[in-house]
């Protein structure tokens, strides 16, 4: 198909694609990067990989010189209903979370709401080069917000999994439930999504959630849960999962950011997989983000971004918070052992692994997560040519977890097809998403009454403390009181 921008490229239903000339991270087992390489897809799968490739007639071209090549990325865990509320708990804590969404507010949310939030998530996904979501759908109170989901999830041509969950009942109430299990059923029958259950272990020693979890084997499915969460979830439940022989390879525990030694040893020997949230952990309290002792214990990662109530949605952000987040921790552990770190030990390549294969693994998806022929052609380009930070590309993988973000990527492909061109989303309806999600935000507004809404938002300061300080010359007033604002540009910058 032709298009007046002559860099939009969207080939017809059954035509090949090739993207050429680009820097190829395969991801491999063996991390095998082409310079000046070419991936050819083929009804659907990577066809080939290689320099200068012969493609068949008609193949549909992207030029990919400048850019990085690289597998789709996964995300292991995201909130998706709760993009419709994008940005809105910023300043929250956990607590404040949990009060907002499972105490007072996440009642409101109807079976279109979580369709808008779905929607809306699931092309900020596409959009991000996050070719497969786990969607941690736990807003479903009824099989009709599931129904909604589910179709949200299916009108977008991404790879999502659905892992069901309602934080309004008990695991052991709703996973035992026949209507909930015979939308399980179906929607497997159908094939076209993947599913999970969803739910946490309280560390309650009657272990009420073995019903939940004997629900998941006869229905064969893999449970999601979060671990390690400072204040919910602690080694209790690791070990009520473990001597209940409730751990297995492909379950998925996402944080497991405070848990002790004992409990990651259980996950090893399990051979199970930790989500890390890293964005997400940073500032809403579950733990240190925990890659800096998981990696010390061989557990396979993949990486998260938990709900964009908070956080972004890219998998860039999360890479680099990743990096950073274990590259100070490293530091810091060795400063109080009175020692330097000359290297470290986490490096690019693996938090771009962790992004990519890592998702794969934890999913059980063998033919997803890297560029080898055979495997799903889910594939990323990234590359801006209108910006200076794209080049020198000296280090690919440096690049993608320092220098890159979501505006550079160019194209993506799901399953062969290609589902953003010359950095634009084919086939989205934004103002159709835009006025779904405009009419939940009014809903929820109009529910709560603008007083909540507005305090929701704002939570309370705790009082700052000032201490007191010897040298004290200066009456500057800090960051944290908002009539200082400006002032340290001096009194006439207001104008400029
Ligand atoms: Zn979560």
């Known amino acids: 198909m032709s298009h007046p921008d002559a860099a939009v490229v969207t080939p017809a239903d059954g035509q090949p694609v090739v993207l050429r000339g680009g820097t190829v991270?395969?991801?491999?087992?063996?991390?095998?990067?082409?310079?000046?390489?070419?991936?050819?897809?083929?009804?659907?799968?990577?066809?080939?990989?290689?320099?200068?490739?012969?493609?068949?007639?008609?193949?549909?071209?992207?030029?990919?010189?400048?850019?990085?090549?690289?597998?789709?990325?996964i995300d292991t865990h995201r909130h998706m209903?709760?993009?419709?509320?994008?940005?809105?708990?910023?300043?929250?804590?956990?607590?404040?979370?949990?009060?907002?969404?499972?105490?007072?507010?996440?009642?409101?949310?109807?079976?279109?709401?979580?369709?808008?939030?779905?929607?809306l998530s699931a092309w900020d996904a596409l959009e991000a080069g996050v070719t497969t979501t786990v969607d941690w759908s736990?807003?479903?109170q009824t099989v009709d917000h599931a129904e909604a989901a589910a179709d949200a999830l299916l009108a977008v041509p991404g790879r999502f999994v659905l892992a069901y969950g309602n934080i309004q009942a008990g695991p052991w109430e709703w996973a035992t439930d026949p209507a909930v299990q015979g939308f399980l059923q179906r929607r497997r029958d159908e094939g076209r999504l993947g599913l999970q259950l969803a739910f946490d272990v309280t560390g309650d020693p009657a272990f009420p959630e073995k019903a939940a979890f004997e629900a998941a084997r006869e229905l064969g499915l893999p449970v999601t849960t979060h671990a390690g969460v400072w204040g919910a979830t602690n080694d209790a439940g690791i070990q009520l999962m473990h001597e209940h022989g409730f751990m297995t390879p492909e379950t998925v525990y996402v944080h497991a950011a405070?848990?002790?030694?004992?409990?990651?040893?259980?996950?090893?020997?399990?051979?199970?997989?930790?989500?890390?949230?890293?964005?997400?952990?940073?500032?809403?309290?579950?733990?240190?983000?925990?890659?800096?002792?998981?990696?010390?214990?061989?557990?396979?990662?993949?990486?998260?971004?938990?709900t964009s109530v908070w956080w972004s949605s890219d998998l860039f952000s999360a890479m680099r918070t990743t990096l950073g987040a274990d590259r100070s921790r490293e530091h810091l552990e060795a400063h109080a052992r009175g020692e330097t770190v000359t290297q470290v030990h986490l490096r690019a390549e693996h938090v771009v692994d962790w992004a990519t294969r890592g998702g794969a693994r934890?999913?059980?998806?063998?033919?997803?997560?890297?560029?080898?022929?055979?495997?799903?052609?889910?594939?990323?380009?990234?590359?801006?040519?209108?910006s200076p930070v794209s080049f020198p590309l000296l280090n690919p993988y440096g690049h993608l977890a320092f220098q890159a973000q979501r505006g550079d990527v160019h194209t993506v492909l799901v399953d062969g097809r290609v589902v953003k061109s010359a950095h634009r989303l084919v086939g989205a309806?934004?103002?159709?998403?835009?006025?779904?999600?405009?009419?939940?935000?009014?809903?929820?507004?109009?529910?709560?009454?603008?007083?909540?809404?507005?305090?929701?938002?704002?939570?309370?300061?705790?009082g700052d403390e000032v201490l007191d300080n010897p040298y004290t010359y200066t009456e500057y007033k800090s960051a944290s009181t908002h009539d200082a604002r400006g002032s340290v540009f001096g009194d006439d910058a207001a104008g400029r």
Do not use: C
């Open 25 to 73: 991270l395969t991801m491999d087992d063996a991390h095998t990067v082409v310079p000046d390489g070419d991936v050819l897809v083929v009804d659907g799968r990577i066809a080939a990989v290689g320099s200068a490739l012969e493609v068949p007639p008609g193949t549909a071209e992207v030029d990919a010189r400048g850019g990085i090549v690289m597998p789709g990325m």
């Open 429 to 462: 309806d934004l103002p159709a998403v835009r006025s779904a999600v405009d009419a939940t935000v009014e809903h929820l507004r109009s529910t709560m009454g603008e007083e909540t809404w507005a305090q929701g938002m704002n939570p309370a300061l705790p």
């Open 362 to 386: 934890a999913l059980g998806r063998d033919d997803l997560g890297s560029l080898e022929p055979g495997k799903r052609a889910d594939v990323v380009l990234v590359k801006n040519d209108d």
């Open 258 to 306: 405070t848990l002790d030694t004992d409990s990651y040893h259980r996950i090893a020997a399990t051979g199970g997989s930790i989500s890390v949230s890293t964005e997400s952990e940073q500032s809403a309290g579950q733990g240190y983000p925990p890659t800096w002792q998981v990696r010390r214990h061989g557990i396979p990662v993949s990486l998260s971004m938990d």
């Open 81 to 119: 209903w709760q993009t419709a509320m994008r940005g809105y708990g910023a300043d929250w804590t956990l607590t404040q979370y949990f009060v907002w969404y499972y105490l007072e507010h996440g009642k409101a949310f109807r079976p279109e709401d979580v369709h808008a939030g779905n929607l």
């Open 138 to 140: 736990h807003g479903l």
